[in-house]
């Protein structure tokens, strides 16, 4: 009955309609809170208003929806490559390699693009992210809370390496700004990397039912005719690239792809190529309802969306450990 | 041959303690000596409370990976702290004598971890991986709630506790050094007088048990004592992280026995000399600032990796 019931194309529908108007309500929300106190038909009738609605509180609201978005569907990935629920790039050592690698071109070239820092900020996140899928092979199938323990202490100890290259260069400020991610320092100019993640996440559903079939697992996945190490590494070089574009433009949020995905395929099932579209919704809207709560727990200071995803995030992940039983991934 | 191996490690401390104080001195000898002697008994003080209460807390919970940081104790404490600073504002929290303030933060610490982990500890550890992972989660989650709390904070009001909250071992909080000592050497003199009895509950709860031990009682007491270890440790120079978990498996490899006497005493002087004889050569060879935590926490996390697949292919 349950499996019925859930297959009903009208709850997602349902699940769409409820999402998009939380949604709708935030971005009115977002565009209209600020430190400037002014209502959002003054700010749209002054010239200076219209200036500062377009330069900072669009962009604002735009950088939190795709960051949010692409880094849920970094996470849905993630899960399907490594099988197993509790991965995301903030449990797999993801964005602490993007980070160091953003460090080490910075010091060796501080004159260098954003364009050159971005890659080889992204090619450290994929060759830290492969190495850790390597690691995870090695762990014994029936233990799956071993993978997220192994990944977070993975990350743990590179984030030590590039905390100690940071200190000994005084660079750790640099390190603060990645690895903790707020939007309040988004403007106009400063944000359009996130429309590259967005579209990165958008080239994710043409693959979405590769990655279904992937994560069944590498023997059932080939023996479908999938060539399985093409879809790793497309899938490995798109959650690098969204973790390196999150941690260069707002800086690393942990657990929302976590969250998001364990949240959307509890009531949706795990078939990539229908939940892809809500998870990115869903990821969305819950990073944006994470910023503007924190511009507004302590207005007119603001408390940085990462650090109020943090709380809410951590307490999703402990009710995930408690109420799924041991068996289940 | 345990006692030839006390013996070794002991000099190797010794000689750890004896570099930290000379090597690199120059002028006032008198001067050089109370400035480092002050850094040395926190130094010590920590490195006793450290090693005692991971080694407890993995005879406590039947285990030698997790260790009281990987379960965020030290982060409750932080917690705990700004929780603090947070309910009675900057001049409620300034008036307050240290000591005073001492005592209050370690019972609220001994309370909360008692109510979160004396529970899920005294069931037993069916499920080594899940506590694991449910106390590193806990961990990042006090990280977070205290940092949304230091947010919430009036920043005048977090300017003025700030220095106290954050202690490293390159500035160390010697206001509470003789309260320390006190703890901890009181601390260690208890969990001596126990050491027979902790060798019984290393046997497993049934086990202790059937031996006549009152399990829940000492599980209590043990984990009182970890609790006010870990909130000396925690005040003086701030979470260490990985700290013990390198003493404990270091200890364990090098000793190779069960009894609690050597294991404690062994521990505490390896913790001595990866703590004291870091920092020689990390400040006075090396010239490195103050990294040296940070290279603890890199070695440790390896040590833990290695221990987890080790546990896992066994």
């Keep these: 009955m349950r499996l019925t019931v859930r297959r009903l194309p009208s709850s997602e529908l349902l699940w769409f309609a409820a999402v998009t108007g939380l949604l709708a309500g935030l971005v009115l929300a977002s565009l209209a809170i600020g430190a400037a106190d002014a209502g959002l038909a003054d700010l749209l009738q002054s010239k200076d208003g219209l200036e500062l609605f377009l330069i900072s509180r669009v962009p604002r609201t735009c950088a939190a929806l795709l960051a949010g978005a692409s880094l849920a569907v970094a996470g849905v990935i993630m899960q399907m490559l490594a099988r197993n629920r509790f991965v995301e790039p903030a449990t797999a050592g993801t964005g602490e390699c993007a980070a160091l690698g953003l460090l080490v071109v910075t010091m060796a070239m501080p004159s260098s693009t954003i364009f050159l820092k971005m890659a080889v900020s992204c090619c450290a996140a994929f060759g830290g992210t492969a190495v850790f899928l390597a690691l995870v092979q090695k762990l014994p199938p029936t233990q799956p809370l071993l993978v997220p323990l192994t990944g977070i202490i993975y990350g743990g100890v590179i984030a030590a390496i590039t905390t100690f290259i940071a200190y000994e260069n005084d660079l750790l400020q640099y390190l603060g700004v990645w690895m903790n991610g707020e939007f309040s320092g988004i403007l106009q100019g400063r944000y359009e990397l996130l429309w590259a993640s967005g579209l990165v996440a958008l080239a994710a559903y043409l693959y979405a039912d590769r990655f279904t079939i992937a994560g069944l697992g590498r023997d059932a996945a080939v023996g479908l005719g999938l060539d399985y190490r093409h879809v790793l590494i497309v899938g490995l070089g798109i959650v690098a690239l969204i973790t390196s574009f999150t941690v260069i433009t707002v800086g690393m949020l942990p657990f929302v792809g976590l969250v998001v995905p364990n949240i959307v395929s509890h009531f949706h099932g795990d078939n990539a190529r229908r939940t892809l579209p809500l998870v990115a919704l869903t990821g969305g809207t819950l990073v944006l309802a994470s910023d503007v709560a924190g511009r507004l727990l302590r207005y007119p200071y603001e408390i940085p969306a990462g650090t109020v995803f943090g709380v809410v995030g951590t307490g999703v992940f402990l009710w995930l450990l408690f109420a799924r039983p041991a068996h289940a991934r | ?314």
């Design chain 2, 1 to 314: 041959m345990p006692d030839r191996k006390l013996l070794v490690l002991g000099l190797c401390a010794f000689l750890a303690v004896l570099a930290f104080m000379t090597l690199g001195a120059r002028g006032n000898w008198s001067f050089v000596l109370t400035f480092r002697g002050t850094k040395l008994a926190a130094l010590l003080l920590v490195a006793a409370a450290v090693s005692l209460s991971t080694i407890l807390f993995q005879t406590l919970s039947g285990n030698r990976i997790l260790t009281p940081s990987i379960m965020g104790f030290d982060a409750l404490y932080l917690l705990v702290q700004t929780g603090l600073v947070f309910a009675l504002g900057e001049f409620g929290y300034a008036t307050l004598l240290p000591e005073a303030k001492f005592a209050f933060e370690v019972v609220l610490l001994t309370v909360a971890a008692l109510a979160l982990f004396g529970s899920l500890l005294g069931n037993g550890l069916q499920d080594l991986f899940r506590m694991l992972l449910v106390g590193v989660i806990f961990g990042v989650l006090f990280r977070s709630l205290t940092s949304l709390l230091q947010r919430l904070i009036d920043p005048n009001e977090f300017a003025v506790v700030q220095g106290a909250m954050f202690a490293s071992f390159n500035s160390i909080d010697t206001e509470l050094l003789l309260a320390s000592a006190v703890l901890v050497l009181a601390c260690c003199g208890l969990a001596w007088r126990k050491r027979h009895i902790l060798d019984v509950m290393a046997l497993g709860r049934d086990q202790a048990i059937s031996l006549g031990l009152d399990h829940r009682r000492e599980l209590f007491h043990g984990l009182a004592l970890v609790t006010l270890l870990v909130a000396t440790s925690t005040a003086l120079v701030g979470p260490v992280a990985f700290f013990g978990l390198l003493v404990s498996a270091l200890t364990y490899e090098f000793l190779k026995t069960h009894r609690h006497g050597n294991l404690m005493i062994a521990s505490m002087l390896i913790a001595v000399i990866v703590l004291v004889g870091g920092q020689t050569l990390f400040e006075r060879v090396l010239g490195f600032g103050g990294s040296l935590s940070i290279v603890i926490e890199f070695l440790g996390g390896l040590v833990f990796l290695f221990l987890i697949f080790r546990k896992a292919r066994a």
